[in-house]
Structure formats: C-alpha cells, structure tokens
C-alpha cells in the first residue's frame, strides 16, 4: 500500500522534529542556551496569559490558526564561536513573537467590534468619556479588568488619573476606580495603538495549538539547515487563535486629531 500523504499539520511537526535533531555539529550548551533565551524573554513579554483565557487545542489539524513566526538563519561557525554570544539576539526573537501576539489580538478586537462614536482628542484629551464607560460596563457586571492603551498619550493620562493608578504592584500599573482595578497595558512600537479598549479577560478565549514536545504555547526549534549546511536555522513560531466569547465585555474608544 502506498504511503498516506502527510497533513500540512504532521509535515510541520516533521521539519521541526528534524531541526532539532541536527545538532551533531553545533555547541550544545549554546544550543540550550539560545533556546532558553527564546522561551524567557518570550513568556516574560507575552500579553495574552494576562488578558485571556488559554486555551491548548488538541487537535493540531485544527483550521483557522493564525501563524505567528520567525524563521532565520545563522553561520554555524558563528555561531558555534567562543567570542560570539548569542543571548540578547534570541531574546529579541522571543519578544519578537511576542509583539506579533499582541498587533494580532489588537487587530482582531477592532476587527470584531466597533468603536464608540466619541472619541479622545490627542490635543486636548478628556478622559471622562473613558470613566464614564468603565463605570457603565461596572454598572453591568461585566467586570472589566484590563485596559489596553496607546502609549502616546501616556503623559496626559497619568496625570489625568495621578490619584487612581496604583504603582505599588509593580508592572503593568493598576487604575482604580471604585473597587475596580484595572491592568493598564501601554502599546509600544513594535505593537502600535490608537485606541483605548477596556474590557473583562475572561470574556476572550486565546486558543493556541501547544508544541507537541514541550506542551508550550510557542515551538522553539533549532539545527543545522538541511538545505545550507554551513548555516544554522532557527524557527520559532506560535498558532493561535483569538475568540471573543462576550462582545458586551468589550468597549473601544478612538483616538482623534493629529498626532502631537
């Protein structure tokens, strides 16, 4: 009987089980290293643990996955060489991913739902608009706990809100209102936003398909490239998939006006 054809899914767990398993020729103490570097920088920059409800997917031919990757290769002497060190360049590939995760999750909610019809000015910004619509999702038990916030207007907003954030806990900050707090993220470059968008965690769900060696929600792959063989490749990529399991939870608040 002829071979089944592999699924684009086994093929995938294939290239990356080979990958890894081509390291005759490579430091393996570096090896581990860089991969540690990866995962740590990675889980330590990771937004959706903190914003939703993780769910692994079992099934790994599951469809509707977003793909969120970096694939780049190395000169195996380099990288093998004592004078090199190759710790913050992974774990900017870590963080690297990370961001991905967050541009994504940000698109899918202003994909998903619409805006408030107020907005915030840039030049002038009254946040009572912002309070007002926390206040009203409180008002309606849908306890929000997260607010997601563009960082150009970070100036403007603490000393809005100076006597209601709480910086006690360290990073991200908390902004009290009533017995409500709320998790402020800020947005960076790398994840660019120009909205406000509050809402209750668990009123998403953050599907991911684990890695199938390690059961983390990214899969880390590195080895000597089967089609350079003076090069090292690495891979490192997440599946996942963005649910909004209650739109109520949700609300966006534009910014408006040019850019200070």
Known sequence: MPNKELSSASKRIQHIRALNARTANLDLSRVKECKEAVWKSYEAASLPPQVAVIAKEENIEATGFKSIGLRHLIKLTEFNARNYYWGPYFSDAGRAIASGERRYLQNEIQEQLRPDTQTISRLNPDFSILTKHIESLIESDLRPDTLLAPIEIFVDFVKAFESQID?????????????????VFWSHKYAPLSSF??????????????????DRLITIALGQSEEHLDSVEYRVETLVRYEITNPQAFYIIDLSGETK
């Open 197 to 214: 968008i509050v809402f209750n965690s668990n009123a998403a769900i953050w599907h991911a398909i684990a890695d199938q060696d390690t």
């Open 167 to 183: 910086w006690t806990h360290g990073r991200p900050e908390l902004l009290v209102l009533r017995d409500t707090k709320l998790k």
